[in-house]
């Protein structure tokens, strides 16, 4: 079975600290993304990478960075929480198929993260 | 540009009622996928099922059944009997030949609660 893991269910930061999300696929997969999701907004993808080093922006990037040093691991950092930035946090995790396919997305547990 | 709209915000149906989740999609894409994802109260979003643009015939898996209508840019889903396990917020989503099939679109998700 794919297992999509995240270093926590929930966090509590204060704002204009650091924050780490951690992702990890145990799959192969190249590709990981990481969302967003907020009630009445559904689930929008903040950044996405389709290899090692290889990061391509979302539909909302800003504030957010991250860091793909091995395949297996995707992180997502926040270099100063903000409030507005309070939200559910899902990881997901697809192989790299050829044209024509349309793979699906594995998803972890998902983080919330509230930023007092 | 793409686009999925699910106009249902929040369904409430009695147990072994049938119910109709409905999704509505725009892309200019003549290669596509569609999808429906499960989120149950754990918050791990579950693939439910895919299909492509050239294949427009119904699916039935148990309970569960897709109506692909390209006519209507729609892709139904529909519970038969409806349980208590069924309630879950429930996503449909896109896949297009623009983003080489890697990215999804999701709609704004249908909380479906389902009473004894």
């Known amino acids: 079975d794919v297992k999509v893991t995240q270093s926590s269910r929930y966090l509590v930061k204060r704002t204009g600290e650091k924050v780490f999300l951690e992702c990890v696929q145990d799959m192969d997969h190249e590709n990981m993304f990481w969302y967003r999701q907020d009630p009445g907004l559904g689930l929008r993808l903040i950044y996405f990478s389709y290899d090692v080093k290889m990061k391509e922006k979302g539909d909302i990037p800003e504030g957010y960075s991250v860091s793909r040093e091995k395949k297996e691991r995707f992180s997502l950092i926040l270099e100063s929480a903000s409030t507005n930035q309070t939200s559910m946090y899902l990881c997901a995790s697809s192989p790299q198929m050829g044209q024509g396919a349309g793979n699906e997305q594995f998803f972890g547990p998902g983080t919330r993260l509230t930023v007092l | 540009a793409q686009k999925v709209t699910q106009a249902q915000t929040e369904i409430s149906v009695v147990e072994k009622e049938d119910v109709t989740l409905d999704c509505v999609y725009e892309?200019?894409?003549?290669?596509?996928?569609l999808f429906w994802y499960k989120q149950p109260p754990s918050g791990e979003l579950v693939f439910l099922i895919r299909r492509n643009s050239f294949d427009e015939q119904n699916e039935i898996s148990g309970r569960y059944s897709w109506n692909f209508q390209k006519s209507t840019s729609s892709f139904n889903f529909t519970i038969t009997a409806s349980q208590v396990v069924d309630s879950a917020v429930y996503f449909c989503a896109l896949s297009g030949m623009n983003t080489g099939f890697q990215k999804l679109v999701f709609g704004t998700g249908t909380r479906l609660l389902v009473s004894p």
């Open positions: 892309t200019r894409d003549t290669t596509y996928y």
